[in-house]
């Protein structure tokens, strides 16, 4: 498999500048400033298909002509906040192959004809922020971000900034208020970023897997990028895997390709030959698949047909050995900690969940506190203020679903 | 009091921004070094700088796990037991490390050199089971590893740079 992504695992020190130059790097960048014509390279990218790689899958040449050209200043803001259980690409994008995200970076900035770019990492990215920042000092050493870039008239800066441990910082806007200072709590749209973003002004928000695309894509083409993939979901992927699995890791595939190949193939299969018993396609926020699903295509609509969300693909297996009521705990236990605590049904909900399900696991459950969680659930989805509360019902909604006979045999002896 | 140091690192942070306000994050980091925590002292020496009121910068260091209200051991451990990595044996992990520490989660040591405070998802599931001390990360931890990378601390052969910038500005 050729890399598009994780080029750095066939080109040793991809992550030295003078490395990634030998390899086409930064010519892209270097032809858009000289040569291009911002609106060009929104088409470009528009006509690549690039869907964004944070969760939502929206288009980002789209989300990139919402910019109002008459405003000034603008933004982009870079999502390295990767937080969902089980994701672990952007990390490695970052420290092995750090110039053809800041590439990326530089060429969505041009593109809006933003003057600033500032890269969001959770707190915890302390070591990854430390090569980025040096890939960052010099590219601008070498006169590739900067005043009057290439002899022309634009400007670039790009920095980076820390944030200080709280999952909700990868929801948008939560993440602009974090930059701006504030709490990290969600804001209400409309007015969406796009319009009215960080410090009011128009801003970009993509992931950073989404902008490492973008190089590629500015230096092949869009009809090159459209041969990879399927066609409503082009390109590649960095699918993460983990669980119980032989080989966890992350595996760059074109989107499309069924869970078995990543599974079975690339991911050795289950520890001890053991029978699979579910999938989690995107970390904890996801309705969870069963085994069956292990044939579904991985690309936006055939996951979401299956029943599920690609998201940011991280994919989770669960093995026959797993007790779906203690990793179902888990799940929830991580949105209570997560709930950044602004709307009552998400705040108490979490509460609740994870009270009932410590209560059953105890043995301590009634045969009707199954419904009792369901309800829960429907007192928070589509009530809360962000995804974060629908995402925190999607493990209980799901297992209750395809596990119902777990709960029952946990709760039966307690009768009526 | 910020040493005259820590007020030039956080003056350095503020051209990064159109808003003083934004720089709180990295002013909170650098504040915390000295002690380790953030003593009612650090938060209202960030308060000047920044020209806000010391409460809004107590509500927005209360906000994030990473700032610490009281006073921690010399090393923050943060070991990830969450879902993925407990896929992987995380969980009885935690335990043996809680064991050779004498400790129970989110305590600390009684030498005050290490507190155990268990993690959501460190972005290293494949790599379980795994840690970050002072947010450097060790990963695919064994048992002999571990007790090699405990020592290293004890005895100063390891350091992340969070313990040698307290060493340093305390000196
Ligand atoms: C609770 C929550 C957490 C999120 N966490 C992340 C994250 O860690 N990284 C990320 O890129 N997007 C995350 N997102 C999605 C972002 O809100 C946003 O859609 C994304 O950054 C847009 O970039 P993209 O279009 O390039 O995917 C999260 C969304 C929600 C609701
Ligand atoms: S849904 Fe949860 S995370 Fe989102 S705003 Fe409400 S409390 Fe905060
Ligand atoms: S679950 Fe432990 S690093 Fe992801």
């Known amino acids: 498999m050729e890399h598009v992504i994780l080029r750095h695992r066939n080109i040793p020190d991809l992550h030295r500048l003078e490395v990634y130059q030998a390899h086409g790097g930064y010519e892209g960048w270097h032809k858009a400033v000289t040569e291009m014509k911002p609106d060009a390279l929104i088409d470009l990218v528009k006509a690549s298909g690039l869907r964004g790689r944070g969760g939502a899958g929206f288009p980002a040449g789209l989300k990139w002509s919402f910019i109002p050209k008459d405003i000034f200043p603008k933004y982009v803001v870079v999502n390295a906040d990767e937080s969902e259980p089980g994701t672990f690409k952007d990390r490695e994008i970052i420290e092995r192959n750090p110039h053809q995200l800041i590439e990326g970076v530089a060429l969505a900035c041009y593109a809006v004809q933003a003057g600033t770019g500032y890269i969001y990492l959770r707190g915890e990215f302390k070591q990854p922020a430390r090569i980025l920042q040096k890939a960052l000092d010099e590219a601008r050493a070498a006169g590739l971000i900067g005043q009057n870039l290439f002899g022309t008239n634009y400007s670039l800066d790009i920095q980076l900034h820390l944030g200080a441990g709280a999952y909700i910082c990868g929801e948008e806007t939560a993440l602009l208020e974090s930059l701006e200072g504030k709490l990290g709590q969600p804001r209400n749209r409309p007015p969406f970023p796009a319009l009215v973003g960080l410090y009011s002004k128009p801003t970009v928000i993509n992931n950073v897997e989404t902008l490492a695309n973008v190089p590629p894509i500015a230096l092949n083409g869009a009809d090159w990028y459209k041969k990879l993939g399927t066609e409503k979901s082009p390109g590649t992927k960095v699918f993460c895997l983990s669980g119980r699995v032989n080989r966890p890791g992350n595996y760059e595939l074109p989107l499309g390709t069924p869970f078995r190949v990543l599974i079975e193939d690339l991911g050795g299969g289950i520890i001890g030959g053991k029978a699979l018993k579910g999938i989690l396609p995107a970390g904890a926020s996801a309705l969870i698949l069963p085994a069956s699903a292990i044939d579904v295509p991985m690309d936006y609509e055939s996951v979401a047909a299956a029943g599920s969300m690609l998201g940011s693909a991280s994919i989770i297996v669960l093995d026959e050995t797993v007790d779906i009521l203690w990793a179902t705990e888990k799940m929830v236990r991580f949105f209570r900690h997560e709930s950044c605590g602004k709307c009552t049904p998400c705040r108490e909900g979490t509460h609740w969940l994870v009270r009932e399900m410590e209560r059953i696991r105890r043995g301590e459950g009634k045969p009707q506190d199954i419904d009792l969680l369901l309800d829960i659930t429907k007192n928070m989805s589509g009530k809360c203020f962000c995804l974060l509360g629908d995402f925190a019902t999607s493990s209980i909604v799901s297992t209750i679903k395809h596990f119902r006979g777990e709960y029952e045999a946990a709760t039966r002896t307690n009768g009526q | ?171």
């Open chain 2, 1 to 171: 009091m910020l040493s005259a140091a820590a007020r030039a690192e956080i003056e350095a942070h503020l051209k990064k921004y159109p808003t003083k306000r934004s720089a709180i994050i990295p002013a909170l980091y650098i504040a915390q070094r000295a002690h380790g925590y953030l003593t009612p002292e650090a938060i209202r020496d960030v308060a000047q700088v920044l020209e806000l009121e010391p409460t809004e910068v107590r509500s927005v260091a209360g906000f994030y796990s990473l700032f610490y209200k009281e006073p921690v051991g010399k090393h923050v451990i943060h070991f990830c037991n969450d879902l993925p990595c407990a896929l992987r044996g995380a969980d009885e992990f935690l335990k043996k490390l809680c064991a050779r520490l004498g400790v129970e989660p989110h305590g600390t040591t009684g030498d005050g050199m290490f507190t155990v405070e268990p993690a959501m998802c460190l972005a290293a599931c494949d790599r379980a089971p795994l840690m970050q001390v002072d947010l450097d990360y060790f990963e695919n931890l064994t048992e002999e590893k571990l007790d090699e990378i405990l020592d290293g601390f004890r005895t100063g052969t390891i350091q992340t740079d969070a313990a040698s910038v307290i060493k340093s500005e305390l000196a």
